[in-house]
């Protein structure tokens, strides 16, 4: 009884703050929506593990408010999701990537991350399809980065959508692999030419043999369905040789390389991180 009563004056007063703290983000990501004059996408790049080349860059959002400076997508991303901003926030990232990769020289691909809403609602190979025709960008050089989670939500749906971007040539990625509903029966239910392996797995692997050979299995997996594997979350020189050696073909974290502004952004970026 006395830890219930304790734990009863801790508890509400965090949940409230939770709430209040959840309110004002929605609040201020609905102010800086309409121009998104605060919104930019970074990109991340994704290398050969073997040569090192970059083949890819993965979009990132990145939000920098006036007053409470960067705010991270894990906080803002489930927000915009509940407040039903995503599609528009996606839809904006899209469009800037698809934009800002056409006019890349090295003729990497991008990714780009699709929400759960996303999946559902829009018609998702038309908004696609319209942005390609848009910008130029041909379709092999376009990935479409999906989680489980977003999968499980509307199955045959997104299925049927995913398939007809496949189809046209844009790589399909199932992200995060191992970790939230994980199930081989995704892998089988869908053509997915890469399988982005959860970064936990790999700085994990430092320390527990476990986790080095689910590595080691997703990217002997991968081979078998003649899939790419990339290793998320590659910090270290020793991590990196491991993810190699256990047979990933594909690897991403700081290790490569940070996410970084398009030089279209650098100078205001700049000024901001110097402010
Ligand atoms: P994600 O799709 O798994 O993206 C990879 C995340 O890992 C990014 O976090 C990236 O900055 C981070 N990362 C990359 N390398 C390393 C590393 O070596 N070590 C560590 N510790 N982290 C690394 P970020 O940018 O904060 O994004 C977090 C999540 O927010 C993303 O996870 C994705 O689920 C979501 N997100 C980001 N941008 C978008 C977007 O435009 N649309 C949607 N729907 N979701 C997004
Ligand atoms: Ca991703
Ligand atoms: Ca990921
Ligand atoms: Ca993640």
Redesign the pocket.
Known sequence: KQGGKGSYRVFVPQMKHKHQRRASLEGLLREAMPHKRDMFVFY?PIVDLTTRRVVAR????RWHHPERGWI???DF?PVAEEAGL?QE??AF?FATACREAANWQDGAIVA????AA?LGLVRLPDLVQAELARTGLPPARLNI?VTETALLRHEADSVRDLQTLHEIGVGICL??FGTGFSSLSHLRSFPFDKIKID?SFVQDGDERDDCAAIVRTLAQLGRTLGVETVA????TQAQYERVKADGCTLG????FG??APSSADMVRVGEIMEA
Request: proline letters at 6%.
């Open positions: 991340q993965e979009a990132l959002i991270s997508p894990g991303i995503i926030l996606d990232v780009t991350n699709v929400s996303c980065e992200d995060d970064g998320e979350g590659v910090e991403q974290g700081y290790f940070r996410p």
